[in-house]
């Protein structure tokens, strides 16, 4: 059996749109951008998504020495096309162990990042600007302020915009945000081409929770 889309927000099965409403519906959250199911990485699936996607497909890249792709998912359907997209690939941390990333693009209030980010709401809320960012990374070559938000102890949540969408980074264990801090480059792979190589490792079960 085909597994169902499922609310970006909470991860529960969604109602199929009807005679009265186009929209996908949660009995919690109401119409949301369906969120389709978690597979296996390969170059086909992001080829894809990346080719069906509003919003931008976010890789860092080039990958760390030792790092892989281990997940690609995207909210949306066929009508819409991915109205949020999240790439995982981990690899060795920077103080040691292993380090996991997930990177979202969305648009407003599709609340794909901030399930990722164990944060409330659809939104990260105020971007605070008024204060100085608190890392500079480079989006689809531009250089784009990232900020800290939230207050959880297993991972570190950055936050941002870029090309009129939110941009998630969210970093398992906490101390691996400092992989923000040096040459930190994203790709967005809808420019990418399909002559990318990427190296693909095992799911990441950080998409699935």
Avoid: N
């Avoid at 597979?39 to 790092?67: C, D």
């Avoid at 990042?113 to 070559?141: E, M, S, Y």
């Avoid at 992989?179 to 990441?204: E, N």
Wanted: proline share 11%; hydrophobic share 45%; net charge negative.
């Amino acid at each position: 059996m085909r597994p169902e889309p499922s609310c970006p927000r909470c991860g529960a099965v969604l109602h199929h749109p009807g005679l009265w409403s186009s929209a996908w519906q949660c009995d919690s959250h109401g119409a949301v951008q369906p969120l389709q199911p978690v597979v296996q990485p390969t170059a086909e699936l992001v080829q894809t998504v990346s080719s069906h996607a509003a919003v931008p497909v976010w890789l860092l890249w080039p990958l760390p020495r030792g790092w892989l792709v281990t997940g690609l998912v995207s909210a949306g359907d066929e009508r819409t096309g991915a109205r949020a997209t999240a790439v995982a690939c981990s690899g060795p941390a920077p103080l040691g162990g292993v380090a996991e990333l997930v990177v979202v693009a969305e648009e407003p209030g599709v609340g794909l990042g901030a399930r990722f980010a164990g944060l409330d709401g659809p939104d990260p809320g105020t971007v605070p600007d008024t204060r100085p960012p608190d890392a500079k990374i480079h989006a689809a070559g531009h250089p784009t302020a990232m900020w800290a938000i939230g207050e959880r102890d297993d991972r570190s949540v950055y936050v941002g915009e870029a090309l009129g969408c939110w941009i998630w980074a969210v970093v398992w264990p906490e101390t691996a945000g400092f992989l923000l801090i040096d040459d930190f480059v994203l790709q967005d792979l809808r420019d990418a081409g399909p002559g990318l190589d990427l190296p693909f490792g095992a799911l990441s079960p950080r998409l699935t929770t």
